[in-house]
């Protein structure tokens, strides 16, 4: 339930961001869609490298698709796409995802006499490993009538569950399709396809800028050995491993995503969306060089120069290599660090920080009290609490001399329901976000001085303070 809340949590605040972040979303867009044809054919084998797919989507001519790797990589492609445009009118039927394994076999002449079709013949699931072996990871639904009647039944339920958490829904279907492998080959590119489908038809839009794929690629001995474990035990199975795998997946490419948007937008604030772009070209294909970045963005060459040396002097980006060696990558950024700790007391009213970049935060998150009197219910230290009316006052000094300061009274995270000395603020105070009253600093202003100071209107305090975040 915890993770299911984080990924939903995420959810709730994408449609302003999808609102905010048009272009760089439609750049992340192009770029998640060549992560995700390469990995996943890659997974069924395909030696074909991102940069080759790319080269291949950008200039398909159907007519020369003789390799395999070829064909499979412009279908599942052209299924993708077809998805993307198509998915709230692709309703979840026997017959759309009979039509969709035909999109997505369509060039795979090997394949023409199954495509559209339930297999005919028993399969199974096999790995293929590095060194070219395969293994069998799991059996599968007997094909004829024993298929038919799963893919019913699957749907069927699919269509008319009303009571499961949607995105439960879509990893069980997910699963399911997976353990029933109902059609003669290209069930695993199809699965990935569907999972994009059922998270877009239930709302989950952020998919798209993401790779999927590309999660289940670098994972993928984890993934195989959940479906293997979890489908031995059926009929009747726990798929709770596969749920939280699943659900893992989803969470780390949401990560994946906040921290380009973030670091995108923290320093580009203050950008023109012509140096946002290059910024987020950047981030996707380090090592670029200005004439690339020039050429697929369609900026002058004086233009992209000007802007890649600003971006460097503020340390935006690194700039490597001399002459036409010159290449570009964004600057890494510096790891959360979560659940830190500072306390506060009678002799102690003060706390300073250093924020070195736009990237840097502080985000308080929870307040733990420790009175001190003896007391027996929680009426009683919250009234003694509240009459002390406590506050924070976090101050910011940038490098450039400018001032910045807010007021936050600890009272008002205080809950009916909060029986214990524990204020869990379920919107944490982000500095310098929440705290900069007109607009967010330049890059040019850092480092800046964070002094968070505590006060009340009684003294001494009646409580020692433990104040619990995050920073970078």
């Known amino acids: 339930m915890t993770e299911i809340s984080h990924v939903d949590r995420f959810d709730a605040s994408w449609s302003l961001i999808e609102k905010r972040e048009g272009q760089t979303l439609?750049?992340?867009?192009?770029?998640?869609?060549?992560?995700?044809?390469?990995?996943?054919?890659?997974?069924?084998?395909?030696?074909?490298?991102?940069?080759?797919?790319?080269?291949?989507?950008d200039k398909i001519e159907i007519s020369t698709l003789e390799e395999r790797d070829q064909q499979e990589v412009i279908g599942y492609f052209e299924t993708l796409d077809t998805i993307a445009a198509s998915f709230r009118d692709i309703e979840i039927t026997e017959s759309s995802l009979k039509n969709l394994h035909k999109i997505l076999m369509r060039y795979s002449t090997k394949d023409e006499?199954?495509?559209?079709?339930?297999?005919?013949?028993?399969?199974?699931?096999?790995?293929?490993?590095?060194?070219?072996?395969?293994?069998?990871?799991?059996?599968?639904?007997?094909?004829?009538?024993?298929?038919?009647d799963a893919m019913a039944k699957l749907i069927d339920w699919y269509r008319s569950d009303t009571t499961t958490?949607?995105?439960?829904?879509?990893?069980l279907f997910v699963y399911d399709f997976l353990t029933i492998h109902p059609f003669q080959d290209g069930n695993g590119r199809l699965s990935r396809l569907l999972a994009t489908l059922l998270l877009l038809r239930?709302?989950?839009?952020?998919?798209?800028?993401?790779?999927?794929?590309?999660?289940?690629?670098?994972?993928?001995?984890?993934?195989?050995?959940?479906l293997m474990k979890t489908q031995s035990q059926r009929p009747g199975e726990p798929v709770d491993e596969w749920l939280s795998f699943?659900?893992?997946?989803?969470?780390?490419?949401?990560?994946?995503?906040?921290?380009?948007?973030?670091?995108?937008?923290?320093?580009a604030l203050h950008f023109s969306p012509r140096e946002k772009n290059i910024l987020a070209y950047i981030e996707n294909h380090p090592g670029s060089k200005s004439g690339d970045i020039s050429e697929k963005l369609n900026i002058p060459?004086?233009?992209?120069?000007?802007?890649?040396?600003?971006?460097?002097?503020?340390?935006?980006?690194?700039?490597?290599?001399?002459?036409?060696?010159?290449?570009?990558?964004?600057?890494?950024?510096?790891?959360?660090?979560?659940?830190?700790?500072?306390?506060?007391?009678?002799?102690?009213l003060k706390k300073e920080f250093l924020l070195m970049n736009p990237y840097s935060f502080i985000e308080i998150k929870k307040i733990i009290l420790n009175p001190l009197f003896t007391w027996t219910h929680p009426t009683e230290w919250g009234q003694r609490f509240i009459?002390?009316?406590?506050?924070?006052?976090?101050?910011?000094?940038?490098?450039?001399?400018?001032?910045?300061?807010?007021?936050?009274?600890?009272?008002?995270?205080?809950?009916?329901?909060?029986?214990?000395?524990?204020?869990t603020l379920h919107q944490p105070i982000e500095i310098p976000a929440d705290v900069v009253m007109d607009q967010m600093p330049s890059p040019n202003e850092y480092p800046i001085r964070i002094e968070i100071e505590l006060s009340a209107s009684v003294h001494p305090l009646d409580f020692d303070i433990m104040f619990v975040y995050d920073e970078r």
Not at 165 to 171: F, G, Q, R, S, Y
Not at 246 to 267: A, G, M, P, R, T
Not at 395 to 421: I, M, N, V, W
Request: with cysteine; proline share 4%.
């Open 165 to 171: 958490l949607p995105i439960i829904k879509v990893a």
């Open 301 to 348: 060459l004086p233009s992209v120069k000007k802007i890649l040396s600003m971006m460097v002097e503020n340390k935006t980006i690194g700039k490597y290599g001399i002459g036409a060696g010159t290449n570009y990558i964004a600057e890494p950024l510096i790891p959360i660090r979560t659940d830190l700790t500072f306390q506060m007391d009678n002799a102690n």
């Open 26 to 57: 439609r750049q992340l867009k192009a770029i998640a869609t060549v992560r995700s044809v390469g990995a996943s054919t890659r997974i069924e084998g395909s030696q074909m490298t991102d940069e080759e797919v790319k080269v291949l989507i």
């Open 202 to 226: 239930q709302g989950y839009s952020w998919i798209q800028y993401v790779s999927f794929e590309h999660e289940i690629e670098n994972r993928k001995a984890e993934y195989y050995k959940v």
């Open 387 to 423: 009459n002390q009316n406590m506050m924070i006052k976090v101050k910011g000094y940038t490098k450039s001399g400018a001032e910045f300061s807010c007021p936050f009274t600890l009272g008002r995270y205080l809950r009916s329901d909060s029986f214990q000395p524990v204020l």
């Open 113 to 148: 006499w199954h495509r559209g079709n339930y297999k005919q013949i028993s399969n199974a699931v096999e790995a293929t490993h590095t060194d070219g072996s395969r293994s069998t990871v799991f059996k599968t639904t007997e094909p004829g009538l024993p298929t038919e």
């Open 246 to 267: 699943f659900l893992d997946c989803l969470l780390n490419i949401q990560s994946q995503l906040s921290e380009k948007l973030y670091k995108i937008n923290s320093v």
